[in-house]
Every structure is written in C-alpha cells, then in structure tokens.
C-alpha cells in the first residue's frame, strides 16, 4: 500500500521560503509520476509541479521560477522548496502519486491515484 506523508508546512510572510516534504512508502508499486498540488477554499485542487520518473519536471505558470521539485531517492523524499511566496500561494498543499504514465505537463488530480493527508501553508502579506 503506498502512503505519502508530507511535512514542512505553517506560516511565512510574503517574499519568504518553505520547504515541502513528502515521505513516500511504496511498497512494490512503482510510481510514474510524483507531484504536488494545492487546494484553496471553494476552489479544486491545482497541480503545482510535477517530477516524472526519467527526471522530467513541469511546473504550473503560477510557480514557474520560485518554486522547485525535486527527489531524493536513497530517502524516498519528495520535495518542493518555495521561495518568493506570495499570499496568493496560501493554500493546503497536497502530494500525489500516479502509478501509470501520464500525458505531459501538469494534469488534472484525477489521473493520479495515491494522495498525502495535506499541509497548509499561509503567506502573509
């Protein structure tokens, strides 16, 4: 059974970083696709960055050149570090896995098949 855990969330003020963890247990499934999404009250949940299992990233316009997706994989850590937050970026924050490949670029939630529990994170202005 495969669980993600993330940490690394709370409270910054605008202009500040965070870093996001995601602990990953997988088991024998293999995921294809690793990445990070974030959900706002009244809003669907938005993809954010996305790590592909060849190294492929892709990033949501919104993050393009603040924020970073990465993995370490002798930890099994998903990743992403966000700098020059905005209060826009306010939201609770998701990883998510897929275990088949997907179209490129970051897709819908949908098409990925395992979540973490959820973290906030809150940018002051």
């Known amino acids: 059974q495969v669980q993600m855990v993330e940490s690394g969330g709370g409270s910054v003020q605008a202009g500040g970083s965070l870093r996001l963890s995601c602990a990953m247990s997988?088991?024998?499934?293999?995921?294809?696709?690793m990445g990070w999404f974030r959900r706002t009250p009244g809003k669907e949940r938005e993809g954010v960055a996305r790590?592909?299992?060849?190294?492929?990233?892709a990033y949501a316009d919104s993050v393009k050149g603040r924020f970073t997706i990465s993995k370490d994989n002798e930890k099994n850590i998903l990743y992403l570090q966000m700098n020059s937050l905005k209060p826009e970026d306010s939201a609770m924050y998701y990883c998510?896995?897929?275990?088949?490949?997907?179209?490129?670029?970051?897709?819908?939630?949908?098409?990925?098949?395992?979540w973490g529990q959820g973290i906030q994170v809150t940018v002051s202005a």
């Open positions: 998510g896995g897929a275990h088949n490949p997907l179209l490129p670029g970051i897709v819908d939630d949908l098409w990925y098949h395992h």
């Open positions: 997988t088991g024998p499934v293999r995921l294809y696709v």
């Open positions: 790590l592909d299992s060849d190294g492929v990233t």
